[in-house]
């Protein structure tokens, strides 16, 4: 057993006992009411779930095992002469809820790279496949493909304790992570670099090893790789790809068919897609307005356009955030800090303005609850800084930075034994009868 594992064994079985105890003696105590509204409209605010690996606050953003992202991006451990935090650092937190030292990332990496091998028949799946498919569905399909080397499927047909389902898990989800970014590095250099495969190099770190086998070998690119890789990681059990992961995975399916689940949900355009629907607007706006660095004026102009052919500003508003997602504040830092010293970037630019115009534009409409900028407005401007032009491809990336979380929370599943999920429904009929009987009830 590695050291990481057992420190997760030692870590679990208090907590799986502690959660026994809760049920056990504190099962009939209420958490909260729900309303039509938020039965009707996709059960906003309705505690239905644990997740240890983080916690959303609609003021304050995302915290992850308590930690904010400033805190984070300093405290995590970096790579050798970087400034940027290594995403083996923040799964080491979101699974054991301490922070890594400099060696638990570098056995971590270690880890990863001994588990990378992806199997061939993989890859011939994804040769099969019209060049011309989407980004994701490629991911996808693979990570389907991947399933034939689930231990946890082959331990569960031989038949195993329900007390060990979590360890299996674990063997999945290290597999799985490790395996993700040669996967989506072979999908990127296949449908976009004419198939010219770049080798994994086991000597870097999990996240500029992924930008060298895309073909980005530059510091800047590999910084902002694991910058990337960190703050897409998770954002509590509610969200559709860690809460559809979360499903799937607590009818038993393994970690591969349960995070194939939820890159399914990541794929729409509510969720992950977003990224590229807002470079694509960007660049819409830029071509309409003539090129060039707009006017504050022409921004609110076609802002106010948008909205009145009945479009949404991609990249602003959250279901649950209720000011600046502090995911855009690091990427907004990264490009003052890195980029704009260096000569500034007119798309990244753009992405200030809208940031300073927007906002009171989409609040005098009132009908918009959050009208601040979220993780998605600023993610695909920097990778295009880079060279990354292909926005098709940016939900990949988010992909592989979300197994991190939803494969952590997914072993902590197994580990306190949550059982299938299955929360009750109602027809609208139902709901008639209810508001009938609680309004009488209030007459009287």
Known sequence: MDSL???????????AAEVKKLI???????????????????????????????????????RFRGYSIPELR???????GGTEPLPEGIFYLMLLGELPTQEDVLSMGNMWARRAIVPKHVFDVLDKMPAATHPMTQFVMAIMAMQTESVFAAAYKKGISKKDYWDYTYEDSMNLIARLPRIAAYIYRRKYKNGEHIEPDPKLDWAANLAHMLGYESFDMKRLMRMYM??????????VSAHTTHLVGSALSDPYLAFAAGMNGLAGPLHGLANQEVLSWILELREELGGGLPTEKQIEDYIKKTLADGKVV????????????????????????????????????????????????LESTGKIKNPWPNVDSHSGVL??????????????????SRALGVLASLIWDRALGHPIER??????????KKIAAAEAATKA
Request: charged fraction near 25%; glycine fraction near 12%; hydrophobic fraction near 35%.
């Open 5 to 15: 594992k057992e420190k997760f064994a030692e870590k679990a079985g208090p907590v």
């Open 24 to 62: 056990k003696e504190k099962g009939d105590v209420k958490l909260g009411e729900y309303t039509v509204a938020q039965v009707y409209q996709g059960m906003k605010g309705i505690v239905g779930l644990v997740t240890e690996t983080s916690k959303l606050d609609p003021e304050e953003g995302i």
């Open 74 to 80: 300093e405290k995590l451990p970096k790579a050798p």
């Open 230 to 239: 960190t703050i897409h990681v998770d954002h509590e059990g509610g969200n």
């Open 314 to 361: 991609p990249g602003y508003g959250h279901a649950v955030l209720r000011k600046t997602d502090p995911r855009f504040a690091a990427q907004q830092d990264f490009y003052y800090r890195y980029i704009k010293p260096q000569g500034a970037d007119d798309l990244c630019e753009i992405v200030q303005m809208v940031y300073k115009v927007a906002p009171p534009i």
């Open 383 to 400: 990778l295009t800084h880079y060279g990354m032009v292909e926005h098709e491809f940016y939900t990949v990336l988010f992909g592989v």
């Open 423 to 432: 929360p009750g429904s109602i027809t609208t009929e139902g709901i008639k």
